[in-house]
């Protein structure tokens, strides 16, 4: 793992996000509203599936290096949430805890199975912490959005989401079916990557901040806004035009298509 984030600093976060989760459930009208940046869910859906997502890794992560993930893992995932208001915060609370306590007593460099493959981040508990922070951190902004009261992600948290996207949900090696591309994603804070398409695949690379302003010319296009925007935008949660993106768009649209497996 190259977490910009240490593991401790990922647990901490994890809880905290929770948090905040579990703070705007507390004040929801209903429980049945609609979640827009979700629209197949309502934030009871929502809730639930982040608890079933913690209770799946926190119990993928007890079991060690394994090819596939536990049967009690996958049990975990499919039970229901309670429905009543309480209870469903206090089971949220509990699944949380599950996982912060499994990450903690295995420790980051533990082995444990990951749907990520080989080209990606390896398969160890501190890559799973540092993917789950990006998870509850985007959801926890999906749940204050729905209720009319969205919040940045918090900035390191945002710093290392670009990062981690890139690494484990774009990296790859199966060739880049198009024109190769080169991809700028520059955080106003002061970080910035590049993204090569080409036949070798996707593959991602920090860049020096004395390079960037050096070498724009070296993107065939550069996204910018804060990194709270930049992981908001490649998660979907906000549309293009709030960042300020300069050059040829088409390879961010086929990248969205994209799908190496197929």
């Not at 979700?38 to 982040?50: D, G, K, N, R, Y």
């Not at 890559?127 to 509850?136: D, K, T, Y």
């Amino acid at each position: 793992m190259d977490s910009t984030l240490e593991f401790a600093d990922l647990l901490l976060t994890i809880d905290e996000r929770a948090t905040a989760v579990r703070a705007a459930i507390a004040t929801a009208p209903s429980l049945d509203i609609q979640v827009p940046t979700c629209p197949e869910w309502t934030l009871f859906e929502l809730v639930q599936h982040l608890g079933q997502g913690r209770r799946f890794w926190a119990a993928t992560v007890a079991a060690g290096p394994a090819g596939a993930p536990p049967d009690n893992a996958i049990a975990e995932r499919a039970a229901a949430a309670p429905g009543e208001r309480e209870a469903l915060l206090a089971w949220s609370a509990a699944s949380t805890r599950q996982l912060v306590d499994a990450l903690r007593e295995a420790g980051p460099d533990r082995g444990c199975w990951t749907w990520w493959g080989a080209s990606q981040p390896p398969q160890t508990c501190g890559a799973v912490a540092r993917h789950q922070l990006q998870e509850v951190a985007v959801h926890t902004y999906d749940v204050q959005n729905t209720l009319g009261a969205p919040q940045p992600l918090p900035i390191e948290t945002a710093l290392d989401g670009v990062d981690e996207f890139l690494s484990t949900c774009v990296a790859t090696t199966s060739p880049w079916p198009h024109q190769p591309a080169t991809l700028g994603f520059h955080a106003a804070e002061g970080r910035s990557l590049r993204l090569t398409l080409d036949n070798d695949g996707a593959r991602f690379a920090r860049l020096p901040a004395t390079a960037v302003g050096e070498h724009l010319d070296a993107f065939g296009v550069s996204i910018h806004g804060t990194a709270s925007d930049l992981v908001l935008f490649i998660h979907d949660r906000i549309p293009a035009d709030s960042l300020r993106i300069v050059g040829d768009t088409e390879p961010i649209d086929l990248l969205r298509a994209w799908d190496p497996e197929e």
